[in-house]
Antibody, heavy 113, light 109 residues
Framework: EVQLVQSGAEVKKPGESLKISCKGS????????IGWVRQMPGKGLEWMGI????????RYSPSFQGQVTISADKSISTAYLQWSSLKASDTAMYYC??????WGQGTLVTVSS | QAVVTQEPSLTVSPGGTVTLTCGSS?????????PYWFQQKPGQAPRTLIY???NKHSWTPARFSGSLLGGKAALTLSGAQPEDEADYYC?????????FGGGTKLTVL
């Protein structure tokens, strides 16, 4: 069974860094892309970017280029989304999703002073 | 970046049929956009109903189907149930750059 399990909720202060994770199981992790999706409170889904774990090639939506970093460690079947300096506007639910539409359960990130 | 358009809201009667569409600012949607359709209910993660235009998962109710219709991707719900009331999002690929539509709020009334 394909599963994506994300790391737990985070509460951070503006300016802090953060790295959240998405661990895949039940399939060949290197063979399928993983994307990251943002959903701000009460809003729609936004595509942030994608990574191909086999070669770690990553691509970003223009709105998120330079704002986050997507990476993966295929040795532990885990993809990551990280921020170097969080803003209050980064408060949102973040989902990972795999090719063919397998979703993680979401990670709630709250940024507040 | 391309803009993907969906109907903001639709209403369907219980047992009725409704088609949600997904258009692209760049022109006709084709199978090369690998359209996805997701359902999201309040407080829940999105659930994939359709991928690659018309492929279903084991959990996709048979009353949902995906197709290309009139230059758009389409999600048809035949025999709407009260539990189908939700937000629906489409997702299109533009040579590996993916873009969501704004979502359709479907009311079953």
């Amino acid at each position: 069974e394909v599963q994506l399990v994300q790391s737990g909720a985070e509460v951070k202060k503006p300016g802090e860094s953060l790295k959240i994770s998405c661990k895949g199981s039940g399939y060949s992790f290197s063979s399928y892309w993983i994307g990251w999706v943002r959903q701000m409170p009460g809003k729609g889904l936004e595509w942030m970017g994608i990574i191909y774990p086999g070669d770690s090639d990553s691509r970003y939506s223009p709105s998120f280029q330079g704002q986050v970093t997507i990476s993966a460690d295929k040795s532990i079947s885990t993809a990551y989304l990280q921020w170097s300096s969080l803003k209050a506007s980064d408060t949102a639910m973040y989902y990972c999703v795999r090719h063919a539409g397998y979703w993680g359960q979401g990670t709630l990130v709250t940024v507040s002073s | 970046q391309a803009v993907v358009t969906q109907e903001p809201s639709l209403t369907v009667s219980p047992g009725g049929t409704v088609t949600l569409t997904c258009g692209s600012s760049t022109g006709a949607v084709t199978s090369g956009h690998y359209p996805y359709w997701f359902q999201q209910k309040p407080g829940q993660a999105p659930r994939t109903l359709i991928y690659d235009t018309s492929n279903k998962h084991s959990w996709t109710p048979a009353r949902f189907s995906g197709s290309l219709l009139g230059g758009k991707a389409a999600l048809t719900l035949s025999g709407a149930q009260p539990e189908d009331e939700a937000d629906y999002y489409c997702l299109l690929s533009y040579s590996g750059a993916w873009v969501f539509g704004g979502g359709t709020k479907l009311t079953v009334l």
